[in-house]
């Protein structure tokens, strides 16, 4: 399992690139990312990066109140239809996905961040079917 960062940032122009730069002055690679809009005022970052202490340290520094949420990292098909090979065995598991978004930069892998409810037994789960899941060494990917 891997390690992903939530927290908010006001939903104004210039935060994102806030973070990015944040991240960048202190070496630490963003390997995967999703950005919602909760409302007009905040938004929903979510975040797996290849150091994610020094990374969930730099946030606090800087004021933002983070939590650490234990994800899984899984190889899916790049084909259509492909993505069933997660979602099926989740599904047939009761398992709910809370979020899923891709990595970054995985050349003709299609490596996708998928939070659920049971994120233990969803591993166990989706290597009982076949589907490559990776652990800390997406870090270094």
């Known amino acids: 399992m891997v390690k992903q960062i939530f927290f908010k940032l006001a939903n104004v122009p210039g935060m994102l690139s ?3 730069t944040l991240m960048g002055e202190e070496k630490v690679n963003i390997i995967a990312f999703s950005v919602s809009e909760i409302d007009e ?7 797996v990066v290849d150091n994610p202490e020094k990374a969930a340290n730099v946030l606090r520094s800087h ?13 899916a098909p790049h084909h ?3 993505l069933n090979a997660i ?3 989740l599904k047939e598991a009761h398992i709910n996905v809370a979020n899923m978004y891709p990595c970054l930069g995985t050349g003709d892998r299609t490596i ?6 049971d994120p233990e037994r969803a591993e166990k789960v989706l290597q ?8 800390e ?5």
């Open 80 to 82: 259509p239809g492909g």
């Open 87 to 89: 979602l099926k065995p």
């Open 41 to 47: 005022k905040e938004t929903a970052i979510r975040i």
């Open 18 to 20: 806030r973070i990015s």
């Open 128 to 135: 009982g079917n076949w589907v490559d899941v990776w652990g």
């Open 63 to 75: 004021g933002y109140e983070i939590e650490i949420i234990p994800v899984i990292a899984a190889e």
């Open 137 to 141: 060494e997406l870090y270094s990917f």
């Open 112 to 117: 996708l961040i998928v939070e659920v409810n």
